[in-house]
């Protein structure tokens, strides 16, 4: 492990020493670099994040009130900047720097294979890196420093603010991406050019992403000449040890670790800071029993163009400063995100953010606004309707799915994936299971097999085209049936002791769910309906779909707070249990018949049902 401070540099560094505060600078810049480098693929915003992540955690460095988790504080902090810039890169595309004219001398990727010295797998590895998914390169940055023992599992926890159990789901499905990259990079230098993939790359721009990472995988799968990429892969953990923290480049290396120095308290003390800097000063407030001590310091982390800045500090035991000063010789670097939003999709500016209630003390925004929350649990059923797009990116979902083996007629956000389902017996064909096994890693198996006019299958027509969907080689789900999944002896238990018997594969179940009673006890109805289906067959749980509906009786429908009221105290509950991996809500649009129980009218309109449902995860 790199060296990093001690508790006792944080706990100096808080009263506002700063010496102590150019010690922990310097020692944990290189941490927040290599998070932000790798979880934000190089792109020219890294320098941006790193210096605004550093500018927050001195900022806020006086909240701080257990100075022995600052580590864990620091990863939460530069977490959410990152996602932040991912919110403000959707959001205003057009404002930022176009891929194609960074500078590639300051592409991350470039930068760790030069510096590290990487060649061979881990050569592979690193490239790789360039086609993960936004959230997954995010779980990458994390999890490469754990493995590599910069970071604890604790720590990727507090961190992502999801539980262990999940946190240990989501790690494993960035890993199998990950292991899928390896293989695109592989096939794709491998010399000689696989004619076959050189047709199916024809039209590709030469920039990594999921659609192209899926097609040139797909290829490999299929193809004689390119299929051995997939084998003597060795895994990615064995890989990464010694590779970690990649050196800081120049412009965060240079004057960035020095404006903190030379400062004593009760004297006066000025420093010229030349050469690439970022013209800002950050009030460190001391602790409890500091009394009146404050000192104000210089981060020099970022790039004011065409040469450098004076930086004056001033410190003072007796009284505040009111006379520090900044003299600049060109405007600083304008800010691109709003300052404090504690989520990737904020809509309001919220206080700075914090790891969890016992390491910091926040203020509640004077108007809050309910902030989207994305979860990976979180998803919706959808159908085609107009921003279905734009909805699916604004409620925050992490994943949806429409009832069908692939979504050409309805793409998602590149964010959000999409999960296939083999609906019914006349789907199970080569070519269904084929398009299927093209679209990700997760199968849904067939949907409500126990109702008429649904699946309507029978145990034994469903456990005889099993394995047909278990040698997609894909993650499996369960029938969904439409109830009774916890009785002794229904359509569920029956197919699952079936399957057992004859060695069939089910990875987890899947449940649907609707309730006729619209008060407040829906909500323990049903949790504990999942929490029996999970009880009785110890696996994790999917529910694909669920609402609240009365089929034969009167009023059909709840009111707007009745649902949001549900939709809160759901989400709250499966958010909480390790065993639900992922639910999804039924459904997406709010428009003809669906108008009284979906989440959204168009791409940017969501009912009261729909903004409860944005604001869980």
Same mark, same amino acid.
């Given at each position: 492990?790199?060296?990093?401070?001690?508790?006792?540099?944080?706990?100096?560094?808080?009263?506002?020493?700063?010496?102590?505060?150019?010690?922990?600078?310097?020692?944990?810049?290189?941490?927040?670099?290599?998070?932000?480098?790798?979880?934000?693929?190089?792109?020219?915003?890294?320098?941006?994040?790193?210096?605004?992540?550093?500018?927050?955690?001195?900022?806020?460095?006086?909240?701080?009130?257990?100075?022995?988790?600052?580590?864990?504080?620091?990863?939460?902090?530069?977490?959410?900047?990152?996602?932040?810039?991912?919110?403000?890169?959707?959001?205003?595309?057009?404002?930022?720097?176009?891929?194609?004219?960074?500078?590639?001398?300051?592409?991350?990727?470039?930068?760790?294979?030069?510096?590290?010295?990487?060649?061979?797998?881990?050569?592979?590895?690193?490239?790789?890196?360039?086609?993960?998914?936004?959230?997954?390169?995010?779980?990458?940055?994390?999890?490469?420093?754990?493995?590599?023992?910069?970071?604890?599992?604790?720590?990727?926890?507090?961190?992502?603010?999801?539980?262990?159990?999940?946190?240990?789901?989501?790690?494993?499905?960035?890993?199998?991406?990950?292991?899928?990259?390896?293989?695109?990079?592989?096939?794709?230098?491998?010399?000689?050019?696989?004619?076959?993939?050189?047709?199916?790359?024809?039209?590709?721009?030469?920039?990594?992403?999921?659609?192209?990472?899926?097609?040139?995988?797909?290829?490999?799968?299929?193809?004689?000449?390119?299929?051995?990429?997939?084998?003597?892969?060795?895994?990615?953990?064995?890989?990464?040890?010694?590779?970690?923290?990649?050196?800081?480049?120049?412009?965060?290396?240079?004057?960035?670790?020095?404006?903190?120095?030379?400062?004593?308290?009760?004297?006066?003390?000025?420093?010229?800071?030349?050469?690439?800097?970022?013209?800002?000063?950050?009030?460190?407030?001391?602790?409890?029993?500091?009394?009146?001590?404050?000192?104000?310091?210089?981060?020099?982390?970022?790039?004011?163009?065409?040469?450098?800045?004076?930086?004056?500090?001033?410190? +003072?035991?007796?009284?505040?400063? $009111?006379? /520090? =000063?900044?003299?600049?010789?060109? #405007?600083?670097?304008? *800010? @691109?995100?709003? &300052?404090?939003?504690?989520?990737?999709?904020?809509?309001?500016?919220?206080?700075?953010?914090?790891?969890?209630?016992?390491?910091?003390?926040?203020?509640?925004?004077?108007?809050?606004?309910?902030?989207?929350?994305?979860?990976?649990?979180?998803?919706?059923?959808?159908?085609?309707?107009?921003?279905?797009?734009?909805?699916?990116?604004?409620?925050?979902?992490?994943?949806?799915?429409?009832?069908?083996?692939?979504?050409?007629?309805?793409?998602?956000?590149?964010?959000?994936?999409?999960?296939?389902?083999?609906?019914?017996?006349?789907?199970?064909?080569?070519?269904?299971?084929?398009?299927?096994?093209?679209?990700?890693?997760?199968?849904?198996?067939?949907?409500?097999?126990?109702?008429?006019?649904?699946? +309507?299958?029978?145990?034994?027509? $469903?456990? /005889? =085209?099993?394995?047909?969907?278990? #040698?997609?080689?894909? *993650? @499996?789900?369960? &029938?969904?049936?439409?109830?009774?999944?916890?009785?002794?002896?229904?359509?569920?238990?029956?197919?699952?002791?079936?399957?057992?018997?004859?060695?069939?594969?089910?990875?987890?179940?899947?449940?649907?769910?609707?309730?006729?009673?619209?008060?407040?006890?829906?909500?323990?109805?049903?949790?504990?309906?999942?929490?029996?289906?999970?009880?009785?067959?110890?696996?994790?749980?999917?529910?694909?779909?669920?609402?609240?509906?009365?089929?034969?009786?009167?009023?059909?429908?709840?009111?707007?707070?009745?649902?949001?009221?549900?939709?809160?105290?759901?989400?709250?509950?499966?958010?909480?249990?390790?065993?639900?991996?992922?639910?999804?809500?039924?459904?997406?649009?709010?428009?003809?018949?669906?108008?009284?129980?979906?989440?959204?009218?168009?791409?940017?309109?969501?009912?009261?049902?729909?903004?409860?449902?944005?604001?869980?995860?």
């Amino acid at each position: 492990m790199a060296f990093q401070p001690d508790t006792a540099t944080v706990v100096a560094a808080r009263a506002g020493d700063p010496a102590a505060v150019d010690r922990l600078v310097a020692g944990y810049l290189p941490l927040v670099y290599t998070i932000v480098g790798r979880a934000l693929d190089g792109h020219a915003d890294v320098d941006d994040v790193v210096q605004d992540t550093m500018l927050r955690v001195l900022r806020n460095l006086g909240d701080l009130r257990e100075p022995e988790a600052f580590r864990s504080w620091l990863v939460a902090i530069t977490v959410r900047q990152v996602r932040e810039r991912y919110r403000v890169r959707r959001a205003a595309p057009d404002t930022l720097l176009p891929d194609d004219v960074r500078d590639p001398g300051a592409d991350f990727t470039d930068l760790a294979i030069t510096r590290l010295e990487l060649a061979g797998q881990r050569r592979e590895t690193a490239e790789a890196t360039r086609w993960l998914d936004e959230e997954n390169r995010e779980l990458l940055s994390l999890w490469w420093l754990e493995a590599s023992g910069e970071l604890t599992r604790d720590e990727i926890v507090a961190a992502t603010e999801v539980t262990r159990q999940h946190a240990a789901v989501r790690i494993q499905r960035m890993k199998g991406q990950l292991e899928t990259a390896r293989v695109v990079v592989r096939a794709l230098a491998a010399g000689p050019r696989c004619p076959d993939l050189a047709l199916v790359t024809a039209e590709w721009d030469g920039r990594p992403g999921a659609l192209w990472r899926k097609r040139i995988a797909r290829h490999t799968r299929d193809c004689r000449q390119c299929s051995p990429a997939w084998s003597g892969l060795v895994a990615a953990e064995r890989l990464l040890a010694g590779m970690a923290l990649v050196p800081l480049p120049h412009a965060l290396s240079g004057g960035a670790l020095s404006a903190f120095s030379g400062a004593q308290a009760g004297s006066h003390a000025a420093h010229a800071v030349s050469g690439k800097t970022l013209a800002a000063k950050i009030a460190l407030k001391g602790g409890v029993g500091i009394g009146r001590r404050v000192a104000t310091a210089m981060l020099a982390t970022g790039t004011v163009a065409g040469g450098g800045a004076a930086v004056v500090v001033y410190t +003072n035991a007796d009284k505040p400063v $009111a006379n /520090a =000063a900044v003299v600049s010789t060109a #405007a600083p670097t304008p *800010r @691109l995100s709003p &300052p404090g939003s504690p989520t990737p999709r904020a809509t309001s500016v919220p206080p700075p953010p914090s790891p969890s209630p016992s390491k910091r003390r926040t203020k509640a925004p004077a108007a809050p606004v309910p902030a989207t929350a994305t979860s990976a649990k979180k998803g919706v059923g959808t159908w085609q309707f107009d921003g279905i797009k734009g909805a699916l990116d604004d409620v925050g979902a992490g994943w949806y799915y429409n009832w069908s083996p692939d979504n050409n007629s309805m793409p998602g956000p590149a964010d959000v994936e999409f999960v296939p389902m083999i609906w019914g017996k006349a789907n199970v064909t080569d070519a269904t299971l084929a398009t299927a096994k093209r679209e990700g890693d997760v199968l849904l198996g067939f949907n409500e097999p126990d109702m008429g006019g649904q699946a +309507n299958m029978s145990v034994a027509d $469903a456990l /005889a =085209a099993w394995p047909r969907l278990q #040698a997609t080689g894909l *993650r @499996l789900g369960s &029938p969904a049936v439409a109830y009774g999944g916890d009785t002794a002896g229904g359509w569920l238990d029956r197919f699952m002791k079936g399957a057992k018997q004859q060695g069939l594969r089910v990875d987890f179940i899947t449940l649907h769910w609707y309730g006729s009673d619209f008060g407040p006890a829906a909500v323990g109805q049903f949790l504990g309906y999942v929490d029996a289906v999970h009880a009785r067959y110890g696996l994790p749980v999917w529910v694909t779909e669920y609402g609240l509906m009365n089929f034969t009786g009167s009023p059909k429908y709840p009111t707007g707070a009745q649902e949001a009221a549900f939709i809160r105290g759901t989400t709250a509950g499966l958010e909480k249990r390790a065993f639900v991996e992922r639910y999804a809500w039924f459904g997406l649009p709010a428009v003809g018949d669906s108008v009284d129980f979906g989440l959204y009218r168009d791409a940017s309109s969501p009912t009261e049902a729909g903004k409860a449902y944005r604001a869980a995860g």
